[in-house]
Every structure is written in C-alpha cells, then in structure tokens.
C-alpha cells in the first residue's frame, strides 16, 4: 500500500503516521525527518536545506525530489507512507512519473484542520535538544517547568515552531501544498479527515477509511 498523508504543518501528520505505519507494516517516508538528520549529521544536502528551513520556506523541488526518489527507491516493496513529501504540484508529478509503471499511489489522507489550532499547536511546542522528547506549555506539560522529564535538559522552542516561522509556513502551505488536494482528488483516491480531535479518534477514522483500500 502507498499512501500519501497531506495536511498543514502541526496538523499531526507525524502521530499518525507512526500509526499508519505499525498497523500496516509500512516504512515511514517523513522529507522533515530526513533533511533533519541531514542536517545534524552536516551533510551538503543538510548545508543546503538549513537557512529555507528555519525560515519556514520549502527547499528547493529539485534537492526534494532527488533525495526523496532515493528514499522510495530504497523502500520496501510493501509499501510506504510519505510524510510531507510531495509540496507542491511540481513535486507531485515528478513523484508520478518516477512511480509509473511501477505500482501508483493507492491513497492520500488529508488532515484537515484550522490555522489557529495549528498556531496554538505548534508555538507551545517545547522540545529536548538531548532525546528529542516532545512537550507543549499547555497541553503536555514537563513535570518541572522548561526542563525535560527524562534527562533534566533545559528546553527549547525549534527555531520553526516560532509565532513567525509558524506564520510563513501556514502560508506557505496554503499557497504551495493546499492545491494538491485538487490535483488528487482528479487523479485518484483522497480521504478527508477531520483533524481537530483526539489523536486516538483521527486513528480510529483514518483506519476506517484505509481498510476500504483493496490491496492490503
Ligand atoms: P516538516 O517536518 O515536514 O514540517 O518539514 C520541515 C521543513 O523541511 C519544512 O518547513 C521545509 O522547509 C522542509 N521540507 C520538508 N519537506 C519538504 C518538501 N517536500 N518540499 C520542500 N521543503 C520541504
């Protein structure tokens, strides 16, 4: 199976592709995650992706779609789940020319939800710079206040979950990745699913629209 989850950046894409990942035995294909470990590890491509990223544009398509072609051709042939990957219209067809012939996308889960949840979302977000736990100032408190329960680091906001960044990536999303929903919705299977709920009840949706999919 082959799925593509769409939606705003803190919509939740991330939770619920690790779900969508362990029930379905598939390989999470997260473009974040990779430019991230690029960019810890101080790779060219990483060098290359920083300054878009902290400033809540896109990388370039052409840096994207090489390494996320690698990344599908290296995925195993059960399938995979892409995670911010495609962006943009250009990206979406070079994907579908580069997957022709060759099995094509057999879904796309949109999480649908509103700026200012995801504002509200994504500005409290508070991360461990040591283990990379995940806290929110309102929602997901650390038992002492800006210091990580597990190691006792001293927490801090990622440079893209700032008010502004935040801000420019909505845009930015609305813009460039909002007409994908269109582009799909043409050419194949999109599933619309209300993304303003309990992360244990957008699973539950998401798993009841997936087991209507034939190739399992
Ligand atoms: P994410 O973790 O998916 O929100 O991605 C973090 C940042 O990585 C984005 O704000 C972009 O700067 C960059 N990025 C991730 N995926 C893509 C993509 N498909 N196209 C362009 N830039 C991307």
Do not use: W
């Amino acid at each position: 199976m082959r799925i593509i989850l769409l939606g705003a950046p803190g919509a939740g894409k991330g939770t619920q592709c690790k779900n969508i990942v362990a029930g379905y035995r598939l390989q999470h294909l997260s473009s974040g995650d990779i430019l991230r470990r690029n960019r810890s590890a101080g790779t060219d491509l990483g060098k290359k992706a920083q300054s878009y990223m902290d400033a809540g544009d896109l990388v370039p398509d052409r840096i994207i779609i090489d390494m996320m072609s690698e990344a599908i051709r290296e995925a195993p042939l059960a399938g995979f789940v892409l995670d911010g990957f495609p962006r943009t219209v250009n990206q979406a067809r070079e994907l579908d020319e580069s997957l022709a012939g060759d099995g094509a996308i057999d879904a796309v889960v949109n999480l649908k939800i509103d700026d200012s949840i995801v504002q509200a979302r994504m500005t409290g977000r508070r991360s461990c710079p040591k283990c990379g736990a995940v806290y929110h100032i309102e929602n997901l408190k650390p038992k002492t206040k800006g210091v990580c329960d597990h190691d006792g680091a001293e927490l801090v906001q990622r440079p893209d979950d700032t008010p502004e960044v935040v801000a420019n990536r909505l845009e930015t999303y609305h813009r460039q990745t909002e007409p994908l929903v269109d582009y799909y919705k043409k050419n194949g299977t999109v599933f619309d699913i209300e993304a303003d709920r309990d992360p244990d009840e957008v699973k539950a949706c998401i798993f009841e629209k997936l087991q209507t999919l034939v190739k399992l």
